[in-house]
């Protein structure tokens, strides 16, 4: 009995700045009888942005009920008592002001156009000399307004391959990401189902953590996508899933 939603929002509510065709009606809908939590490896803006964004989109939604890789980010180095060299957008950075301390790790976000040379090379040489290596998260691209474009990935694979060190993931798919959204419920991982467009971080993320998953064929989705993996359940959008989990109860 699926009790519980983790809805991933980029691609699945929206792509770039356009709603999905019906994700505003079937979110009212899903609150009549799911708990939900919105999980997101944007890391370009901070949760409070889109927070607003969403609101100003038209969709029901309260602050505290949006998980992002930032939020896992800030977590994370407050837990450690540590401070860090990030590589991100001006106001992502600002997220983090209230951070103290030594800079103990590099954390690399979806940085825009703050990934220049200068930027990861001053990671590089941070990572060069003792600091550990965090990031939001390693996805290949996202869907944008006007096409597909670049995510972190690729940033962090390039500051892997030159310190020869693997970065920590915080976002999707860790599975303490996924843990913290389905506590907050206060339901089990068996009660919940996730929702997403990324085969890799959504679907292969959620079932190596033990949960069902449901992936959408809007957003970043591919047909190529099935042949890595095999989501519990297809639906073509976030329209159609209402009428899945009625068929499911």
């Known amino acids: ?3 519980g939603l983790l809805l991933d929002i980029g691609g699945v509510l929206y792509e770039g700045d356009k709603v ?3 994700a505003i009606e079937t979110l009212k809908e899903l609150r009549k009888n799911y708990k939900i939590r919105f999980l997101s490896n944007t890391s370009r803006i901070p949760p409070t942005k889109l927070y607003e964004k969403l609101k100003n989109m038209g969709f029901e939604i309260k ?5 992002t890789a930032l939020n896992a980010a800030k977590l994370f180095l407050q837990n450690e008592n540590a401070n860090a060299y990030i590589i991100a957008t001006d106001e992502a950075k600002e997220f983090f002001n209230d951070l103290k301390g030594e800079i103990k790790y590099v954390l690399v976000c979806d940085a825009y156009k703050n990934f220049t040379y200068d930027n ?4 590089f040489r941070y990572l060069e000399n003792g600091a550990g290596f965090i990031a939001t998260n390693k996805n290949k691209y996202f869907k ?10 690729g940033f962090v694979k390039c500051l892997e391959f030159a310190s020869e060190k693997e970065a920590k993931i915080l976002g999707k798919p860790n599975c ?9 419920m206060g339901l089990d991982k068996k009660e919940v189902l996730m929702v997403g467009d990324d085969i890799v971080s959504d679907i292969i993320g959620a079932k190596t953590c033990f949960l069902k998953t449901c992936l959408v064929k809007t957003g970043k989705f591919k047909e190529s996508d099935l042949l890595k993996a095999k989501p519990d359940f297809l639906i073509e959008s976030i329209a159609q899933l209402p009428k899945l989990l ?3 109860s």
Do not use: T
């Not at 602050?63 to 998980?67: A, C, K, M, Q, Y």
């Not at 990861?120 to 990671?123: K, P, S, V």
């Open 1 to 3: 009995m699926i009790k």
């Open 20 to 22: 999905i065709d019906g």
């Open 63 to 67: 602050e505290n009920e949006i998980f």
């Open 120 to 123: 990861l090379n001053q990671g």
């Open 144 to 153: 944008d307004s006007d096409g597909l474009s670049l995510d972190a990935g």
């Open 176 to 184: 303490e990401f996924f843990s913290l959204a389905i506590k907050d």
């Open 246 to 248: 009625n068929n499911l």
